[in-house]
């Protein structure tokens, strides 16, 4: 897709008048840059994109004008620039250096005082200035949402499993002795908070022997926080003892051996005239603490994974190839709400692959967005899914957000790897279809480009026959699937804050 580029600088020598910007219009587009209070020069450095197919004039007109005059002309000067003579520079080739222009005034005649510097050049979407630059497609949005409506690159932290054997404890000292201790471990990461069953032994040497599993990110900033608490009769809990651990303290585990079992201090939690005091206390607590990094952390279904590489860096195979996808257009999508009284969509993808997530430009206000943008990641295995999902953003000026403030979706594409043929480009309309009720409703359909490229046949030949689907410790301590089921759900809590 070609795009009409405009960077506009600065402007020196001006009258001394608060300058409303500089206002660019093309046809039916208006674009504004920020304003300026009264000095004589000032500086911008803003770009802005206007999408070719969609110019209607054939001429371009630079205007600055007066904030402070609201009644009569409060034009200070303007540019007027004819379309065809802009020249065009296309990728790797550098944007074009910028030059200052005379001012006019509304009759054409050049101005005494008054210069701006402005470039302007015809290009593509691969242009080293696309990503940051104002779009026309998005020329109703002003303000903070502009930047919802920007092409983004998300790269998610590496998850580890935190593996938290609780063992047992020693000369715990419960809240009454005319009673039998029931006595349970609890452990807090975050906003995770994981309990063992109560101890069979109800006496002041429990044991446990079981384990507790967290999902956390590198790098490790939160703390492990274990408390020994005893259920009394009246359904209330006394706190026993508790020992923190930093996470970046921890033993990192990345062979499939047993983590060493440690004696923990646990710290007496006490109240003097209603403050809560911690004194040091002899009781113990023996637990295997450790960060697994031959597990893989699930972010997503076992069957509809884009990755199943263990966490650990050093315990990948080699590359095989590289996956290229050219989201292209849509057409025919469903309108998702109300703008001014008028049905309307503000589309998006999002393509997720692996680590690496991947969101298009937002075309606003249109039921057939064109995005022509190019993505590419890292192959490791061929059974992996890539997924693709169309959403409409509700939190765009003027659009009403719908139901939680969420984007809906109007569904999404998986496609496996697998089935792809290695050098060969597909390149195909899919349809969206959103299971309802009454039956499939059609949404839409995604045309897409994807081409699969193998790098080395040896390392592919190699991932099929010498390595298992999931890492080794999946096999030698197998979680269980409501264990990683758990755990996703874990891990997903964190992505959504990142």
Known sequence: MEFLFVRIVRARDLPLKAVNGVEIKIGNYNATTKNFEKKPDFEWNQVFAFGQDRLQATTMEITMRDKELIIGDNMIGKITVALHEVPLCLPPDSPLASQWYKLEDKNGFTLR??????????????????????????????????????????????????????????????????????????????DVILRTRVSPDKNVNPQWNEDLMFVVAKPFFDSLIVTVEDRLENSTIRCLGKCV????????????????????????????????????????LNMCVSLDGGYHGFDESVHNGSDYRPTAKMLWTAMIGVLELGIINASGLQPIKLRDGCETT???????????????????????????????????????????????????????????????????????????????????????????????????????????????????????????????????????????????KQAVRILVRV
């Open 113 to 190: 005082k008054g210069e701006l510097m402005l470039a302007m050049w015809y290009s593509t979407q691969a242009d080293r200035v696309f990503t940051d630059a104002w779009h026309s497609d998005s020329a109703i949005v002003s303000g903070e949402s502009l930047l919802n409506t920007r092409l983004k690159a998300y790269l998610l932290p590496r998850l580890w499993y935190l593996r938290v054997n609780v063992i047992q404890a020693r000369d715990l000292v419960p809240g009454s002795k005319d009673r039998n201790p029931q006595v349970y471990v609890k452990a807090v990461v975050g």
């Open 245 to 284: 651990i930093r996470l970046s303290n921890v033993e990192q585990r990345l062979l499939p051996l047993p983590a060493d079992p440690l004696w923990y201090t646990l710290e007496d939690i006490v109240f003097e005239d209603g403050m809560e005091k911690e004194v040091n206390f002899f009781s113990k």
């Open 346 to 488: 503000d589309a998006y993808c999002l393509a997720k692959y692996g680590p690496k997530w991947v969101k298009t430009r937002t075309v606003v206000d249109s039921f057939d967005p064109k995005w022509n943008e190019q993505y590419s990641w890292d192959v490791y295995d061929l059974y992996t899914m890539l997924t693709i999902g169309v959403f409409d953003d509700c939190h765009l000026h003027g659009g009403d957000a719908v139901g939680d403030g969420k984007d809906p979706s109007l569904e999404k594409v998986r496609i496996q790897l697998s089935s792809l043929a290695t050098n060969k480009i597909y390149t195909y309309s899919y349809p969206l279809l959103v299971l309802q009720p009454n039956g499939a409703k059609k949404m839409g359909e995604l045309q897409l480009a994807i081409r699969f490229t193998c790098s080395s046949y040896l390392s592919l030949f190699l991932v099929y026959t010498m390595n298992p689907l999931l890492p080794e410790m999946h096999h030698i301590y197998p979680l269980s699937i409501y264990q990683l089921d758990i755990l996703r």
